[in-house]
């Protein structure tokens, strides 16, 4: 029994998932399938690329991960699929995958990447307008059924890659920007747990406000207050105690995010 | 392993959707479930039909999709299956089959419609307000392990049908409308592509505007560009490249759509 | 095959509700997993409560209901797996199990809760700000895989309980309260059908409206009509034919509802 994930910037009005659901199901009526998100924006292809790295790593070895946020759809933009070590990726070549292959790379797990390019492994009929029924959903069901990647394209060594934000180190701290604001209006910074050693004595500066050390969880302070801890995906985050800090400060994605060590 | 869909306007907040599942994984434990949209606006009988009839194709022979959109519930509308060629169609007879029947009947597959009236396939209470779980629910269910559709109910031959608005040929081109804005805000006509010979040239009126020519996909234009094309359920649609074309031209179901013939 | 359901206040934009099905799947891949809700408001356990106690008496003998709505997480409120007659419950201890343990005491099911203290039992690296993925969805997903609930943690008596309100009988009638709006705008109140006799003439006042009788479905008066019935859940409800209850008396939860006897 494997796992198909789904990933997309779909809504919930149309029945797209939906849709999917019923051909991969026509293709492998055992595989498992869970949504992580169809709230992507539309169109923003680093939203779901973050999202899709924070949740791949949780599901099963053999897992197929497919993700569809995809402006270009039908032009000249690749179809993909990866093997980086046991979890597979399915969606289209524009930099969804930046931060999981990045990842991959960091671990040094093996990375096969392939050119869909075999449609006898497609729906018969491939709209121009929706690849994650006619080609992603179709390929997901097959790579789930135990095809081999290398069956279903030609390899590749250069898939599209986003720019992604690094944090910058100042001199007296590291200077960050908010890259997520979740629905709970928590925002998490690109400053990993990693970067920095938890012991030391911090600061953190945000839309001119000093939260003064790290908290270890949200309830550690009273509601209301403003506090920095790492969330759980590792990263320096800002959160307003059973309130939203993000409306709180009024941020947008790319905010700075200042961590002083003091 | 069969598959069962589930269409409502329940929404997410309160769980019925939810709840529709445990009545039915109690009585068919191994059937797989997938969502297509519980997001239908209330009681809007003909986005749901729509929604259906774009959806159902996609999912293998023998599923049975529930559909719920249902302002006239406990009352006596009747509760209906249908068994439509290999898929199976449960809920109430207000017109939300209207368009999985008449496709049904365009392609000429074998129709059998039952008025569900054998309540020792319901769960033992039936609330007069929540049909999808007490009676469609488990009625699916029971289609799903075998039950034949028959012994559910009385045959019927009058289902409820609504008026679907159908383009008019006005000499110079075909005079559509919308008839759905999708979570992009791509405008779908009801100007079905099989109308009219793609290779001729045209060009689209809506609400002042005038598009030259179909494109392929949207890619094919710049972003912010306004183009006219064909759809994934093959269908003359107005969208906005990276953008939400409904936003930009202020439209609303049932907006004129002209398709003109150059 | 047993059936997992989840609840949280999570949204869908993060994808963490899939994040806990990936930990699920890892160590009980054959489990159904059923979404009851993840749009609790942020922090609301008593909604959370609600929808749980309205929603888990569907599932089959032997589900395993996740439930996460949890401010105080990674403090010193304690993760908790209770066993209520057939059903177990896996989450956090403030309060989000009441409704459910007050049915379970009312039924006379055998009760046995549990504080979880077994980290064999978790993932291996346990943040403080996810439990969710951390502590609860592995905890489930043993429990549905046959581990009892005695080797999970340590019995415990005193869970903690929200204080719920309840309906008084001020001699002329019941008075109660809205505790719940649902996606429609219907209101639901806290009294229960099990406390007056059905058949005696009432009135309903809620906000300086007086509805004459109850109905026993929205369509029996015309749309527009203000009604009262009898809801899904066996409770008083005010509802507007076709229409939001709500929106159209301006409601919130805790305002009065009244049940006079004629």
Redesign the interface.
């Known amino acids: 029994?494997t796992?198909i994930?789904l990933?997309t910037d779909?809504?919930?009005?149309?029945?797209?998932?939906?849709?999917m659901?019923?051909?991969i199901?026509?293709i492998a009526?055992?595989v498992?399938?869970?949504?992580?998100?169809?709230?992507?924006s539309?169109?923003n292809v680093f939203q779901g690329a973050l999202?899709?790295a924070?949740?791949?790593p949780?599901?099963?070895p053999g897992?197929v991960h497919v993700a569809v946020v995809d402006?270009?759809?039908?032009?000249h933009?690749r179809p993909l699929a990866m093997k980086l070590g046991e979890h597979y990726f399915v969606g289209p070549d524009n930099g969804l995958f930046t931060l999981v292959l990045e990842r991959a790379e960091l671990l040094g797990v093996m990375v096969d990447i392939v050119h869909l390019d075999q449609p006898d492994y497609w729906l018969p009929d491939v709209?121009?307008?929706?690849h994650g029924?006619?080609i992603f959903a179709p390929v997901a069901a097959h790579l789930s059924s135990g095809v081999s990647i290398e069956i279903l394209g030609t390899p590749i060594i250069n898939p599209v890659r986003l720019p992604v934000p690094k944090p910058v180190n100042n001199g007296t701290g590291l200077l960050g920007q908010v890259i997520?604001i979740?629905?709970?209006g928590n925002l998490s910074s690109n400053i990993h747990k990693d970067l920095f050693t938890q012991t030391r004595a911090v600061a953190v500066n945000i839309k001119g406000k000093t939260i003064d050390g790290l908290v270890?969880?949200?309830?550690?302070r009273l509601p209301g207050s403003l506090v920095a801890?790492i969330?759980?995906s590792g990263y320096l985050s800002i959160s307003l105690v059973?309130g939203?800090a993000s409306e709180s400060l009024h941020t947008t994605i790319g905010d700075p995010v200042e961590l002083l060590f003091l």
């Open positions: 029994m796992v994930t990933l779909f809504g919930d009005l149309d029945g797209y998932p939906g849709v659901k019923g051909v199901w026509t009526p055992q498992q399938i869970a949504d992580i998100s169809h709230s992507i539309p169109q999202t899709l924070r949740s791949a949780f599901f099963p897992t402006p270009g759809v039908g032009t933009r709209s121009r307008v929706f029924r006619d997520h979740d629905h709970f270890s969880t949200y309830g550690d801890l969330d759980s059973n939203d």
